[in-house]
């Protein structure tokens, strides 16, 4: 069982930075992506960026050029750093770990950590 836990948000003015935490414990394989999405309310869960235990990284057009995702494989951590947010960047951020499993995959949530960005 893989456990996540968040940290790093907060409440923010329109062009600050801040900087998400995720790390992982538990049953770790070695071969797996994590990633940050977010949920603002009334909206559905999307994709923020992505990294593979090979460095491989993914993002949202929405975030592009402004947020960075990078990991620590020693600490089993991934973070994201935030700059020139913007009040639509608020919603909750959720850490996901996912492995192979089978055919498929086992993907694993943190807890969500609130990101408010005023105006």
């Known amino acids: 069982q893989v456990h996540l836990v968040e940290s790093g948000g907060g409440l923010v003015k329109t062009g600050g930075s801040l900087t998400l935490s995720c790390a992982a414990s538990?049953?770790?394989?070695?071969?797996?992506?994590m990633g940050w999405y977010r949920q603002a309310p009334g909206k559905q869960r999307e994709l923020v960026a992505t990294?593979?235990?090979?460095?491989?990284?993914n993002y949202s057009d929405s975030v592009k050029g402004r947020f960075t995702i990078s990991r620590d494989g020693a600490k089993n951590t991934v973070y994201l750093q935030m700059n020139s947010l913007k009040p639509e960047d608020t919603a909750v951020y959720y850490c996901?770990?996912?492995?192979?499993?089978?055919?498929?995959?086992?993907?694993?949530w943190g807890q969500g950590t609130q990101v408010t960005v005023s105006s």
């Open positions: 996901q770990r996912s492995e192979p499993y089978g055919m498929g995959s086992y993907d694993s």
């Open positions: 538990g049953s770790l394989f070695a071969i797996n992506t």
């Open positions: 990294i593979t235990n090979g460095g491989d990284i």
